[in-house]
Every structure is written in structure tokens, then in C-alpha cells.
């Protein structure tokens, strides 16, 4: 169903996107997951045709962006990651407004806008104006409104940001439900979670690179079986005690991260009593340890080196 090649786009001399291919199947719910600056929204933007390629190709439906927009843009449904709505007006109309821009009216219009509201659980708060609504009501409203025109895509820009988990779990049902009806989503977020238990497949954007893509499992699959252990000792001991890790076995690499260390080691339980062992016999104090199972987290710090909520440099 969407098909990107080699995908660019600059701002100035930078580039936003840098090479992005991926695909995404008619049916399947697709998560673009990468920290504030990743280039998501940029990737969205040139997929719905509100920005122009720099190069690469982008297929939606058979349909090339940048030669058949018009096409493209009656197939897909956009749900930006700023509210996009007319906040003085209520529930109701701003759907029918976004409705005639699609062209719709009438008897026809009325209907869907009903559904709409209906699935978005506003049927009761529909001459509500918007400006009294919770920020879950307005994503919610903000996200049916991408749906008005029946698209068979839908792309969702960071649905659930700036809402608390109650709200978020609401958005996400939602969202599952229309990828059981047949919808093609294509879902960006920073939040590993969410593409965990919704997406069916990943795609890790870093800087406008795919650093990632494939299934859940098969991407936690890329890091092997390796455990992280994280532990905070005084920082004056740290170089003695990694010159001490690299030489127990099982031992995959060590790193420091915000002050503590972190080993990766093929079984944690094997590690553990080493480092045991050599805090006691130097008299070091242990402020914290954790073992932690491979996870996209994991992968993710692998990949990047960064964690999913630190900013891009
Ligand atoms: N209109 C613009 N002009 C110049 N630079 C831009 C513009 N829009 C985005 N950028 C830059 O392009 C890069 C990618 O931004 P983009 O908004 O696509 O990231 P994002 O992954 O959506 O981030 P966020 O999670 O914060 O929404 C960033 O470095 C950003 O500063
Ligand atoms: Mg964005």
C-alpha cells in the first residue's frame, strides 16, 4: 500500500529524512518510533503530500506523491500532531467542516459525521463547543476528523502526546479497532510502548535514518540475548571496575550512561556474582543495580545511544 525509496528531504543544507525506504502493507498498523527531531512528522509531511521529496520515491496505492498528489490525498487521511481544530465551534461542525473541504454534504455528510462522533465516544458532547473539551476529547475528535472522507490510510502524527494514560489507552483502542476493520496505519510516536502494543511492524528513525525495521520480535532479535546491568558506584571507581568487567566471562561491553554504569553481558545471572564479589573485596558502595532482558529499549540504546525521551543532539 505505501512504498518509500530512498527518501530525502533538507531544510536549508540539513537533512530532515536521509534515505528512508520501508513498506507497509494494506491492512498493517506501522510504527515510526524516534525521539523529538527524528524526522517523523518531516516523513508524514512528504507521505501526505504537504511536502515536496528532496529525492527518493513514495508510492501510496500505486500512486506516486509527487507526480499524482490529487490521487494520494483522496486515499489517505492525516491527523496532525497539532489540534487541528476550530476550538469556538462544537464537535459536530467542526466534522462537517472538515467534511465539505473533502467535498461531502448533504444526507451522506450527516451520516458519516454521526458515525464519527459515535466512534470517537462524542455522541453526547456533539454541540459541545471544543474550547470546553479535555485534550483526550480533542484528540479524539481531532483524530475522526482525519477519517471523514473514508481514507484507506491513515497517518497519525503523535496522537497521544500531552494526555494522561487514561485518555492515551482510549486513543490506542481506537486506533486498534480501526486496524481490525482493514485500515492501513502508518503511526509515529516516542513512545516505545505504545508501538509495542499496537504496531505490527517498527520502523526506528534516528536523525532521518531507519536505524531499525522489521517485526517486535524480530528487532529485539538484532541484539541477541543480551542482558543490561545498570549500576551506580562512586565515580572514581568506575574506570578500576571496568577494567576488571572486560575480563570476566560473559562479559559483552561496558559504557557509562548519566553517571552509571552499564555492562552487557550474555547472562546477567552469571555476571552478578563478579561484580558482587569485586564491590566487596574493594570496600565499594552500591547505590543501585538493575537487570534488565532485552527489550526495544535496549535495542533502541544499542542502535542510537540514546534513550527514546533524551532530545537529538
Ligand atoms: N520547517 C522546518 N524548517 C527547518 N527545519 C525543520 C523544519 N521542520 C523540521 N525541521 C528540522 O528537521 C528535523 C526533523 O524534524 P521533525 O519535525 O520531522 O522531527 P520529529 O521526529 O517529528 O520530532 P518531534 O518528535 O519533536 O515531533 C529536526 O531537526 C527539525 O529541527
Ligand atoms: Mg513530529
Known amino acids: 500500500m505505501i512504498e ?33 527531531g527524528a524526522g517523523k512528522t ?17 508510492r501510496i496505492g500505486g500512486h506516486d506523491v509527487a ?29 462537517v467542516f472538515w467534511g465539505r473541504l473533502h467535498g461531502l454534504g448533504g444526507a451522506a455528510l450527516n451520516r458519516r459525521v454521526e458515525e464519527l462522533l459515535v466512534l470517537a465516544d462524542l455522541a453526547d458532547q456533539a454541540r459541545r463547543r471544543v474550547e470546553t473539551f479535555s485534550g483526550g476529547m480533542m484528540r479524539r475528535l481531532n483524530l475522526v476528523a482525519g477519517l ?16 494522561d494514560a487514561q485518555a492515551r489507552s482510549r486513543i490506542l483502542e481506537l486506533i486498534a479497532d480501526l486496524g481490525r476493520q482493514g485500515l492501513t ?7 516505545l510502548e505504545e508501538a509495542e502494543q499496537l504496531c505490527d511492524r517498527i520502523g526506528v528513525i ?22 543490561l546491568i545498570r549500576l551506580a558506584i562512586p565515580a572514581d571507581r568506575h574506570e578500576a571496575f571496568t577494567a576488571a568487567c572486560l575480563g570476566w566471562e560473559g562479559c559483552v561491553g561496558v559504557g557509562e550512561r548519566r553517571g552509571r554504569i552499564e555492562v552487557r553481558a550474555r547472562d546477567g545471572g552469571q555476571l552478578l556474582p563478579h561484580i558482587q564479589a569485586w564491590l566487596e573485596a574493594g570496600g565499594v558502595p552500591l547505590e543501585q543495580l538493575e537487570v534488565e532482558r532485552p527489550n526495544l529499549e535496549t535495542l533502541y540504546l544499542n542502535l542510537t545511544g540514546r534513550g527514546l525521551r533524551e532530545e537529538a543532539p
Open 148 to 163: 471523514i472522507h473514508q481514507p484507506e490510510v491513515l497517518f497519525l502524527d503523535e496522537p497521544t502526546v500531552g494526555i
Open 67 to 95: 507526480t499524482a498528489p490529487s490521487a494520494v490525498r483522496r486515499l489517505i487521511g492525516v491527523v496532525p500532531q497539532e489540534i487541528a481544530l476550530y476550538t469556538d465551534l462544537n464537535a459536530r461542525d467542526n466534522l
Open 42 to 58: 518531516t516523513t508524514i509531511g512528504v507521505l501526505s503530500t504537504l511536502l515536496r521529496a528532496d529525492g527518493g520515491q513514495v
Open 206 to 227: 534516528d536523525r532521518g535514518r531507519l536505524v531499525a525495521l522489521g517485526d517486535k520480535e524480530s528487532l529485539i532479535g538484532q541484539i541477541g540475548d543480551v542482558d
Open 4 to 36: 518509500v525509496r530512498d527518501l530525502v528531504k533538507k531544510y536549508g543544507p540539513q537533512k530532515a529524512v536521509d534515505g528512508v525506504s520501508f513498506d507497509v502493507a494494506r491492512g498493517e498498523l506501522f510504527g515510526l518510533l524516534g525521539p523529538n
Open 185 to 191: 496505519v502508518i503511526y509515529t510516536t516516542h513512545y
